[in-house]
């Protein structure tokens, strides 16, 4: 088994066939998108192959590091990722294409209108192992 994330984009991927933001959606639309991942999920609980997922919010906040004795420095010259990541999915599968495979459903997620948004999302696997240094 390998995992893989199922990363979920607000912008930043080629635009979903049913582009239209989920801020111009109904209650009732954003409530059938909702429950469509959630029966996603539970199916996949029932596969052994769910590990997790979280829808996230779009606010959020840079921080790094600034020096010894500085506090953190928060925000900057930065792509934001908030206005990037809507949310993601770790599934733990046999293989690649199951990764993508599930991804193709998840994609079919309801947006406006009830219609599947088609939605591109990214597939990434997890590290096995830390990368070798060669010299």
């Known amino acids: 088994?390998?995992?893989?994330?199922?990363?979920?984009?607000?912008?930043?991927?080629?635009?979903?066939?049913?582009?239209?933001?989920?801020?111009?959606?109904?209650p009732e639309e954003i409530s059938a998108?909702?429950?469509?991942?959630?029966?996603?999920?539970a199916r996949l609980e029932q596969t052994g192959e769910f590990v997790d997922g979280q829808?996230?919010?779009?606010?959020?906040t840079w921080v790094r590091y600034d020096g010894e004795g500085r506090p953190p420095v928060t925000d900057?010259?930065?792509a934001e990722t908030k206005d990037l990541i809507a949310g993601w999915m770790v599934i733990d599968?046999?293989?690649?294409?199951?990764?993508?495979e599930l991804a193709g459903e998840l994609s079919a997620a309801p947006g406006a209108g009830g219609k599947p948004i088609h939605e591109w999302l990214e597939v990434r696997p997890f590290l096995a192992a830390p990368p070798t240094v060669t010299e």
Not at 1 to 26: C, E, F, I, S
Not at 33 to 41: E, I, R, V
Not at 93 to 100: G, L, Q
């Open 55 to 60: 829808a996230l919010a779009p606010e959020g």
């Open 93 to 100: 599968v046999d293989s690649h294409e199951r990764a993508v």
């Open 1 to 26: 088994m390998a995992k893989y994330l199922l990363l979920k984009h607000y912008r930043g991927a080629p635009a979903p066939v049913n582009d239209v933001p989920m801020d111009r959606w109904t």
């Open 33 to 41: 998108h909702m429950q469509y991942m959630h029966d996603f999920a």
């Open 76 to 78: 900057g010259p930065f």
